[in-house]
């Protein structure tokens, strides 16, 4: 199939998740073209089905907003036309489900069907998208999109108690790819970093609010006064220099350390033994998912598709928001010599269940109904 897909290029789950599906889907044949702003943080391999179609916005004077939307969607029209593409896959409702639309009924004047399928990853919906301002136009967007996906159970109740919807909402939970997302030896790593022995904790995330960095920061403080133990903070975001202050402020800094965006994770996450992950929201948790991946497991909130994900006491622990003690002490639990190998285990085979190829099938049934609903 020649499918277009249409995400944020930027270090988030959504992008992230949608760069991730469209190299798997190249590999397997599929014809892919990427329609966004900057060129997506992960399209980093060269193969002849990849292809990435850059949407610039004109600046003009009377414009104080740039209309971004409008410049997608004329882009899509022309990719769709001058690639004959099969299907737009669209990432994250705000703007580009509506931006879809727009070009669905430009094509239609043309004598061009093609389906739009949208896939809700989270903040689209639970935070963004139920703003009054955008409200009625992602009702509408996903109402008008042929095939609507979600990321989550959890995300699909959301979407409905949230917005009148009359579409079925299939769930297709995120992924990962095992080939690269698997625990490498990376002894030296750790033994430079933990040089006597200590724990590693790990977060990773893009640092906004909703991430509640600084109870990540708080966890480990506290661990910290119990066991030899050391943090790695990935990622970059609004919140990051404010958690850099705090870090100065409450914890040992040396034992802590922000290492800003990185690009081969998974050779960081190889050599962690939990990684935290403390949201207020969360659809899905794919940051999470990576990790346990490497074999490492997960202490979270109870929150959104996290519980999905996480099983307590099996591949970590699920906690309250902002229950430090609770956290601090299933931390400790889990980093505990006697338990932390199962721990490890259990995470490695959960991850196996999200597994790049079990989940990859389910879009192309999706894309098939798409189609033919057409
Ligand atoms: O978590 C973020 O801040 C990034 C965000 C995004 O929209 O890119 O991630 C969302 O989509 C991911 C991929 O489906 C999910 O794994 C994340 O859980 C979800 N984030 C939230 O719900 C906060």
């Known amino acids: 199939m020649k499918i277009g897909i249409v995400c944020y290029p930027t270090y988030g789950g959504s992008g992230v998740m949608a760069t991730e599906l469209g190299m798997g889907l190249a590999k397997k044949g599929h ?8 060129q997506p943080t992960r399209l980093d391999f060269l193969s002849e089905n990849l292809f990435y179609h850059e949407v610039s916005v004109k600046d ?48 239609a004047t043309k004598g061009i069907t093609i389906p739009i399928i949208t896939t809700l ?39 409905h108690s ?9 769930v297709i939970p995120n992924f990962v790819d095992i080939d690269k997302f698997k625990k490498q030896h990376k002894d030296h790593f750790k033994k430079a970093i933990c040089p006597n022995g200590e724990k590693l904790i790990v977060h990773v995330s893009n640092f906004r609010k ?11 403080c506290k661990v910290s006064q119990q066991i030899p133990v050391k943090l790695l903070l990935v990622g970059d975001g609004p919140e990051r220099s404010e958690m850099e202050k705090m870090t100065r402020e409450t914890c040992s800094i040396q034992d802590v350390r922000f290492l800003g965006k990185m690009s081969n ?22 940051a999470a998912l990576e990790a346990m991946a490497c074999q490492v497991p ?77």
Request: charged content about 25%; hydrophobic content about 45%.
């Open 31 to 38: 014809q892919i073209h990427f329609i966004t702003y900057a």
């Open 60 to 107: 003009y004077p009377l414009f104080d907003y740039p209309p971004y939307e409008i410049a997608l969607a004329a882009r899509m029209v022309d990719v769709v036309e001058y690639e004959k593409l099969d299907l737009l896959h669209v990432h994250y409702a705000i703007p580009h489900a509506s931006a879809a639309i727009l070009a669905k009924q430009i094509l």
């Open 121 to 159: 990853h989270g903040t689209d919906i639970t935070l963004v998208g139920k703003e009054a301002t955008y409200a009625s136009v992602v009702t509408y967007a996903i109402n008008q999109s042929d095939v609507v996906t979600a990321v989550s159970n959890s995300l699909k109740r959301d979407t």
């Open 162 to 170: 949230l917005f009148d919807i009359q579409k079925e909402i299939k």
């Open 210 to 220: 909703v991430k509640r960095v600084q109870d990540v920061i708080t966890v480990f």
């Open 265 to 286: 994770v998974e050779e960081i996450l190889s050599v962690c033994d939990v990684f935290i992950m403390t949201s207020e929201k969360e659809s899905f948790g794919l």
């Open 298 to 374: 997960l202490i979270s909130t109870n929150v959104g598709g996290l519980t999905e994900l996480n099983e307590d006491g099996v591949t970590g622990y699920t906690c309250d928001v902002g229950d430090i003690e609770d956290m601090v002490e299933k931390t400790l639990h889990v980093l505990h010599e006697d338990y932390l190998p199962k721990f490890k285990a259990e995470a490695y085979k959960k991850a196996l269940s999200f597994e790049l190829s079990q989940i990859m099938p389910m879009y192309e049934e999706a894309y098939e109904a798409a189609c033919i609903t057409q």
